[in-house]
């Protein structure tokens, strides 16, 4: 049924189709916030103010999306996961969260998978950049030979260059840069760092008055 009321949803104009998403299916849509030809289907939408979601975006399968104030996901980026609940395959986890948390002044750009099937949190003014990255919370634990899912954290002020991947488990610091093709598969706590390299690590130290660590506004134009 959410699925036909999403399909119905496309044939109105933006304000009728918040209206109608919010009334329907307990979205929380602020009105200056704007989602585009996308099919947005998690259990719990909630947008702040000046958020959006680009054309083409698919994000279905997950507990929660929310977007704080001034956040972007960009067009043709794949948002899913496995929601909490009962299920044989993360009975052992029964704290997991699948949510795709993306803080104020936050973006992602284009062309990417997010696998949310634990909470990946997206710091404030942090950005995803570039094209084709994955960051992918669940894989198999080999030792105990059954699916396991551990959260992702990108911290505020951030960069995650393009296509690269980051594993469950992951934490990139605060005003860090990922570097582009690079994969970061443990728990960093080290600060104003390059990290890059299979796997990453840290490469160069960088100064906290560059103006990307100090920037008001969250999209670099």
């Known amino acids: 049924m959410r699925s036909i009321l999403m399909f119905l949803s496309f044939l109105l104009p933006w304000s ?5 998403l919010e009334k329907l299916l307990g979205y929380s849509i602020h009105p200056t916030s704007h989602i585009g030809f996308a099919w947005i289907l998690p259990r719990h939408l909630i947008m702040d103010e000046h958020s959006r979601i680009g054309h083409l975006t698919l994000c279905k399968n997950i507990d929660l999306l929310h977007l704080g104030a001034h956040a972007i996901i960009g067009q043709l980026n794949w948002i899913t996961g496995f929601p909490s609940g009962a299920s044989q395959h993360f009975a052992h986890q029964t704290d997991r969260r699948a949510e795709l948390i993306i803080e104020a002044h936050a973006s992602i750009t284009s062309r990417h998978l997010i696998d949310c099937t634990a909470r990946v949190r997206i710091g404030a003014f942090a950005t ?12 198999i634990d080999l030792a105990a030979s059954r699916q396991a899912a551990e959260p992702i954290e990108i911290g505020e002020y951030s960069f995650v260059g393009t296509n690269v991947v980051v594993l469950g488990g992951s934490v990139l610091p605060h005003h ?30 960088f100064s906290p008055e560059m103006e990307y660590f100090r920037r008001t506004k969250g999209f670099v134009w």
Not at 128 to 139: A, E, I, K, M, T
Not at 178 to 198: E, I, M, R, T
């Open 16 to 20: 009728l189709r918040r209206s109608f």
């Open 128 to 139: 995803v950049g570039g094209f084709r990255s994955q960051l992918l919370s669940h894989s």
């Open 176 to 205: 860090s840069v990922l570097g582009a093709q690079s994969l970061l598969n443990k728990k960093w706590n080290q600060p104003y760092q390059l990290y890059g390299g299979v796997p990453a690590k840290p490469l160069k130290e």
